[in-house]
Each structure stands twice: as C-alpha cells, then as structure tokens.
C-alpha cells in the first residue's frame, strides 16, 4: 500500500510538471495568434489552460497564462471605440456604459463591450432609477431624454433660449431642473417633457442648480453673486444667500439639507440654512497650493493645515473657525483624527525638534506634546504614526532605529523600556498596525522589515530580502500579506503568517503601494524624474506576481492609490488637483468576463488536435 500511494504521488507530481509545461506552450501561441489576428482563438485556447476553480485548482495556475490574458484582455470587444470622448459612466445598474462626446452618446454593454446605440448630444445624467437619459445639444439649445434601454426618445426636446449647460434629475426621477445661458433655471416633467415653471430672480447668468437629497428644495448659483434656494414644487425663492463680491460657480446642499455650500472663486461658502438671513454665512479660505490635509471627523468638523505656523479647526455646519491650533516654531505638517475622532494628532516638520501634538477634537486644546529623544538627548525625527485599529493606542516610526508604541494617551508608558521596540539597526520609515490590531509591521533603512507582537512588544520575525533601504511596509485590507518597498527598485509581498516571500515586484523606483479593497491586485507607481519623462502605474495580480496593467501618469503627478471601493484610481499632481480614472479589471473580473463570453463556446476538436490538447 505504501509503494503504491508512492507511485500515486510520483504519477500526480508529473502530471502536475506536464500540465504546467502544456500551460506555458498553449499561453505562448496564443500571444502569437492574437498578433496574427485570431484574438478569438486566442482567448478560447487560454481558458484551457487556467483552472476552473481557482480556490481549488484541477491544474496549476501558471504567470504565463495569466500575463497572456492580461495582454489580450482589451482587444476584440473590450476596447469601446468612441472618438473625442469626453466623458464615461456606468448606469446605476452597472449593466450599460455610455461614452459622449460633445455631439453623440454611445451604450456599450458593461460586460460584453458590444455596441447598443447612439443617442444625439451630449450626455448629462442617468435618471436615479436608471429608466432615463437626459442629453443636451448645443446646436439647437435643447434637452432631450431617453430610454436608457431602448435608445428611444420619449418625448419632445426641451428648448431653451440657450446653450443648456447642464440638466439634473430630482431624486425621485419625476422631475429634471435645467441651466442655460439665461438669468433662469427650469423645471420641467421627466415622463412627459412638459415644461413646468421657471425659477426667476436671478440678475445675472446662472451657472449651476442641484435638488437636495429629499428633493423638496433646489438650490443655485449664479454670476450675481448670490445664492437662491427654491421651492422644487413650485417655484418659489425661498431664501437670497448673498453678501459676497464675487460670482457663485455651483452649489450644493449639505446631504442632511442643512446646509448649503457654494464655490466663490478661491472660497468656500457654507450657510446654515435654519438659521435667519442675518447669521447666514461663513467663508473658509481656500487656498490649494498652502492646503496639505483636509480630514474630516464624525462631529462634522474638518482641520485644515498649511504651511504656515497653525492649523484651523472649522465646523462645517455653521462655518465658523472654533479654534486655532498654533506652533510657531515650526508649521503644523500633517493633521490625523483618532478613530472616535475625539483627538486630533498633529506632527511638525521644521528646523526645531520634530514633535507630535495632540489636540480635543471638540474644543481645539492642546492635551499634550511629545517630544522623541535619545539617551544623549538628541532630538528623533517622527517619520510616521499610526493608530491602532481599536483607537486605544499609537505607534511611531523614529530615527535612530527606534519604534514607539503607547497608549493614545502617550503618559502611562513614557519612559518605559517596554514602549520601545527594539530591533532594527537604521532609522525606522514606517510603522502600522495589522487591520486586527494584533501584530505590527515597520520598515526600516537597514534593509529590513519586522513584525512584532502589538501586546507583548516581542519580535515576531524579520522579513528579509531586501538590498537596500525598505522605505515602507503595509499590510492587506485582510491582513494575510504584506508589501514592502525598498529602493533597491522592488516590492515584495510576504505571508504575514509565515514570513515567506511570495513574489518580488520589480520596476524602477517605487515612490509607494496600494492595495485594492479585495486584495486581488495590487498598484506600484513611480513618478517622473530628470532620468525619467513620465511616470507609471502598474498593476500586479497579488496571487501570481504578474503585471496586469502599465500606465502612463502625467509629469506631475506625485501619488497614486485606489479608491476606497476599488473601482478608481486616484492620482494627486503636484499642481493640488487629482486625476481619478476606472481602474484595470482584476485577474479573475478578466476571467469571469472572458469566461462568459465563451460560455456555449468549446474548442472543437480539430482545434484541440492542432494544439495538442487530445
């Protein structure tokens, strides 16, 4: 019996070395029959080389045959061809893509990228039950609207005296106000086109109008430098937001319908509309190339830091300024809410002793500062901090090869051995928490990375790998992997369980890493260089390795990172502004997606003969 289960496992183990030899053949020709045209062929002949069920795989999973499919992935039907696009988006179901130029609206289907229709103009909105379209036309000054599944238009244009410059639907889909080049905005009757009332009142040309989130209310903006807030059912002004010399480019409410917040050139209005005219409005100075944070905590307030020697704590429903928090000596840097968003936690970066400060979130007090120090005294710099999960605690990255950990109190284990951990031979770069609070991870220039027990302060293990400095180290969304980057132009992920290297990264300098929400990819970027003329983004798939996808970043562009939900990219330029773009479909959406369109499609079997597949 035991011979025989030996044969068993000698025989599985080459029938695993033949099928994974028989993968990488089949990937190789079909990258050589999508170049001779076949992408077709191509694709069918790939999907016989990856397992049906990746969690439980039938045969190995090779980088060959995933780099394959994500270089022909976008051929065939998955490029939509539209010229001079100017804008995407999805339909609230996510079946149906439009893409408008300024004349014409194409419908894609979602998962095949086959060609629906054409609508004329210039598309708007999606109606919020994503039964309708709205486009405008500059040729004619019109509105139309259509069946978003049809194509069909469902009634007659809605003419204007000019060139409508947008159209927004109610939130109930019933009613669509629109904005043209007039002092008026209109209302009109989304099933039948009919046109409604004007609102009237405004002096000069209205640039912008928006339903509040119950649909009750509209508001305005205008070049007469003022605000009106509407009555959606009849039409009535309601209340003049004014008091401002400058023009109101756009406004919206508050999503509680409290307050209304419009864009004043290089301000920001916020009014509280409950209250009388006589306290309406506060303005908040709103500087970009000074702005450096804007978080925003769960009491509706926002900190804003700068470059100059204070930070502003604001709240957002009333506008005015509750405190400032002031350091003269060197600048508020960066500014972070605790999770509860009780404290605020503020670092400097000047040319006196680097320290961090902590203020009540509610009233802008200072509670206490902190100052790091060697034995001899010497001041540390504050690379980074992080809280826990649970908000109970806060690590920092120091230099002279020093981890701090405390409470978020930081006075009960001041000047305690046991809140330093102690390991590294270089000044540590970063420090985070696992996303259970249990272990933490740091990186360090000694070319290496360690994880640590969170309660017992103890070394877990070292991650080492690395040439060069490991300038940063984070974990996965599920806390399973970690990613750390070096400047030895590598980034390398790790079991966090094990300590094991699982695959290197390799491009040129990666300046940072972010993983996607459902830790299936990960995104590397490098930004331009006097070597380099522009930066790049790529896109790795976390279980093999594999390059999935390069981008190319503007010259300015100086982070990348995905949205919270997975579905964008967002790039920050240095100009203060940022690029968001759809992000590049996964390994497996690229499967299931491949998978579906050859789903009654089986190779025949003189194809599987002239491949050697039988």
Known sequence: IAIFAALIGVWKADQTVIRRNESRLI????????????VYLAKLLLLNTIPKDLEHPERPLTPESVSALAKIFDEESGILRHEDVEQMRYSPDGKTIVSSSWSEVKMWDALTGKYLGTLSGSFKNYSPDGKTIVTTSAKDSTAMIWNAKTGKQICHPLKHEGRVQSAVYSPDSKTIVTVSDSLEARIWDAKTGKFLYPLIGHKGKVYSASYSLDGKDIVTASKDSTVRIWNAKTGKCLRILEGFKCEARSAVFSPNGKNVAALLENKIGIWNVDVSPEEVWKILPYKTSLVRSLPKNPNNQIVVTNNNQSAKLWDVSTGNCLSTLSNPKDGIYTASYSPDGKIIATTYRGRYIPNVTFWNASTGEELYERNFANSQGDPLKIFSASYSPDGKSIVFALSGSLVFISDVNMRDTIGKKSSFLIGHKGDVKSASYSPDGKTIVTASADSTAIIWNASTRKQIRPLQGHKHEVVSASYSHNGKIIATNSIDRTTKLWD???GKCLHTLTSDYIRGVSFSPDDKSILTYEVASFLRNAGTIKIWD?????????????????????SPDGKSIVVILSSGTAMIRKAPPTFQEMLEITRKRFQNRELTREEKRRFYLE
């Open 496 to 498: 966090a369980s094990t």
């Open 27 to 38: 990937a190789e020709k079909a990258l050589e029959l999508a170049e001779e045209g076949d």
């Open 542 to 562: 976390v279980s093999t390795g594999v390059c999935l996808k390069t981008i190319t970043l503007p010259k300015n562009a100086v982070s990348a990172s995905y």
